[in-house]
């Protein structure tokens, strides 16, 4: 790899550390090529992706970003999956490791936040971006149905005592 192509890694690597919501860093010592597709794929499904890139140049890539924090964290041979999604990388990642004894988190960053392996794991139970607009949705839609349900109750109610009260003289 020549200077040029390790200044355009450099120049990448920086960009995902500025912009993803979440990063985090794991050891893939072990993995075959299979299973680091499936991590691809799971990754890219989510909205994220994978990167492998060595750890001086990711670590000059870090200087001055705000996830700097995860630079002791890049040793041996490390892999990130990053995502814009705050939690979309952190469930791939923690899905993935609960699969793959191979795959061990080490941390990550969320922002200017640090985060060790079971800050990975905290983030991972958070609810994704989707879900949190599905669950707000439902909560702006209820009043609505709550409101047509009343409306239509009394009518029903009414209806009801009527059948009630002809049951009763019939008699």
């Known amino acids: 790899m020549d200077r040029a192509q390790k200044?355009?890694?450099?120049?990448?690597?920086?960009?995902?550390?500025?912009?993803?919501?979440?990063?985090?860093?794991?050891h893939y010592v072990g993995l075959t090529v299979a299973e680091m597709q499936d991590l691809r794929a799971r990754a890219r499904a989510a909205g994220?992706?994978?990167?492998?890139?060595?750890?001086?140049?990711a670590k000059i890539a870090l200087d001055g970003k705000p996830c700097e924090s995860i630079a002791d964290l890049?040793?041996?041979?490390?892999?990130?999956?990053?995502?814009?999604?705050?939690?979309?990388?952190?469930?791939?990642a923690q899905d993935f490791a609960k699969e793959n004894q191979k795959f061990v988190i080490l941390g990550g960053a969320m922002?200017?936040?640090?985060?060790?392996?079971?800050?990975?794991?905290?983030?991972?139970?958070?609810?994704?971006?989707e879900e949190l607009i599905s669950t707000i949705a439902g909560m702006l839609g209820a009043p609505a149905s709550n409101?047509?349900?009343?409306?239509?109750?009394p009518a029903s109610n009414i209806?009801?005592?009527?059948?009630?009260?002809?049951?009763?003289?019939?008699a």
């Not at 550390?17 to 990063?23: D, I, N």
């Not at 994220?48 to 140049?57: C, E, I, S, T």
């Not at 890049?74 to 791939?92: I, Q």
């Not at 409101?147 to 109750?153: E, T």
Request: charged letters at 20%; a negative charge; proline letters at 2%.
């Open 74 to 92: 890049l040793t041996g041979m490390t892999v990130l999956t990053y995502s814009d999604d705050p939690v979309a990388a952190a469930k791939v």
């Open 147 to 153: 409101i047509a349900g009343a409306i239509g109750a």
């Open 48 to 57: 994220g992706a994978v990167r492998v890139a060595k750890n001086r140049l």
């Open 7 to 26: 200044e355009q890694l450099v120049d990448e690597l920086g960009q995902i550390f500025e912009s993803s919501g979440v990063v985090v860093v794991s």
């Open 159 to 170: 209806a009801s005592i009527l059948s009630t009260i002809e049951d009763k003289a019939a």
């Open 111 to 129: 922002g200017e936040n640090a985060l060790d392996a079971a800050g990975v794991e905290a983030v991972s139970k958070m609810p994704s971006r």
